[in-house]
């Protein structure tokens, strides 16, 4: 069933734990990581990401979530990941998410605060849940203290923006660590969870280490969003040559998805939500 991530994000708040965000870009990717969920029986955040539309269009993506996400056996968050394209995020709101990314966290504070406030305002006359992103999550691992969300502008936006979610830099980085596992600021992450009422997100999850995101999700962040670990585990299995058919291919790249999945609700203690049936 489709569900709102409302409730989920307050609980893992509430409770220092988190739940994993996996990108699908396929059938077999949103096939593995829902089974990895069943039979796990937790709740899945399922996204599609803007940025791979080249891939998959978000019609497309819009029919695999709902069609899988309505029949899984557990609560099921059919999530629009960096949303760039106002209109395009509106749409998705629209067609079916239940909760969206709105990314402008490459603009200045006061046009980041105008456009999501524009998507905040739209998103919850119907009932849909709205992250943005303050402090830019970057797609390289270089230290620059700058880079790291400040507090004070974290709570101007939270309050101004009555956003549902806030994905914050701490040191994680979207793709590839060039320079192994990255150090992140759990001082900054604390001194944010201490200071804002709404659930702390993290990107750039992959590679980024288990004691650290254990560590993450304890002090605070509710959600990491996992790609490139995916991505990378369905290529590997197709490298292993362990099969004869295409199908049989297909079926190892569904392992290695699923398998990765189940380890990451491990590392997230994803487990101390207590399911409601
Ligand atoms: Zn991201």
Request: glycine share 6%; charged share 25%; aromatic share 8%.
């Amino acid at each position: 069933m489709l569900v709102s991530s409302k409730d989920y994000l307050e609980d893992a708040r509430k409770n220092h734990y988190a739940f994993p965000h996996f990108n699908y870009w396929d059938s077999n990717s949103i096939r593995a990581e829902i089974k990895a969920a069943e039979e796990l029986k937790l709740p899945v955040i399922l996204a599609w990401a803007e940025k791979h539309s080249p891939e998959i269009g978000m019609e497309d993506a819009l029919v695999l979530g709902k069609y899988f996400g309505s029949k899984a056996k557990v609560p099921v968050i059919l999530h629009l990941d960096h949303g760039v394209t106002p209109e395009l995020v509106k749409k998705g709101v629209d067609e079916g998410f239940t909760s969206v990314m709105i990314d402008a966290s490459d603009k200045d504070f006061d046009t980041n605060v105008a456009i999501t406030q524009e998507i905040v305002e739209y998103a919850h006359a119907r009932g849909v849940v709205v992250e943005a992103e303050i402090g830019h999550v970057g797609t390289n691992s270089t230290e620059d203290d700058s880079k790291y969300t400040e507090v004070d502008a974290a709570k101007e936006f939270a309050q101004r923006t009555q956003v549902d979610s806030l994905a914050i830099s701490i040191g994680t980085s979207h793709g590839v660590y060039k320079t192994g596992t990255p150090k992140l600021n759990f001082d900054r992450l604390a001194e944010l969870r201490n200071a804002l009422s709404i659930p702390l997100v993290l990107h750039g999850g992959s590679s980024s280490g288990n004691e650290n995101l254990r560590k993450a999700a304890e002090l605070g962040i509710t959600k990491v969003n996992i790609y490139t670990d995916l991505a990378m585990a369905s290529l590997h299995a197709t490298q292993k040559k362990t099969f004869t058919t295409e199908p049989e291919m297909a079926a190892a790249q569904r392992k290695a998805i699923e398998d990765l999945s189940k380890h990451y609700y491990d590392v997230f203690e994803t487990n101390k939500y207590v399911y409601q049936v």
